[in-house]
């Protein structure tokens, strides 16, 4: 089993440890945070993004296509009243030079990210405490 350690520093950080890695986190100080690193949902946006733009990376690299001046932008649509994302938009900035045959092909490899497929085909949750 996999698993991720959270501990509490003080203020409203929150730090997460896996394997020999750790996550921190804060609120901004509009949030009575200190604003020393994003915040939770910061970082759930930006694994989608980077977890799209790592597929994007090593579908040039398996094709020897230079990558360089490549860039991901994500933007996602906020709805206040149900406080959700109701939509994530993900553009590719194809690197000079990208071959047009590949441009769908590279699509549907960003599709594939495991972060996009998590949300598409949620786990389920348990929560306890003791």
Known sequence: MNEVDV???????VYARINDRVIHTD???ENGG???AP???HLFVASIATCAGVYALEFCQA??????GMALTMTYEWDERKQLCERFNINLRLPPGFPDKYKKAVIRVMDLCAVKRHI????EFIITAD
């Open 7 to 13: 501990t509490f520093p003080g203020g409203k950080k």
């Open 27 to 29: 609120q901004t100080m």
């Open 34 to 36: 200190e604003g020393t």
């Open 39 to 41: 915040e939770p949902f």
């Open 63 to 68: 094709r020897e296509i230079p990558a360089e």
């Open 120 to 123: 598409v085909n949620p786990p």
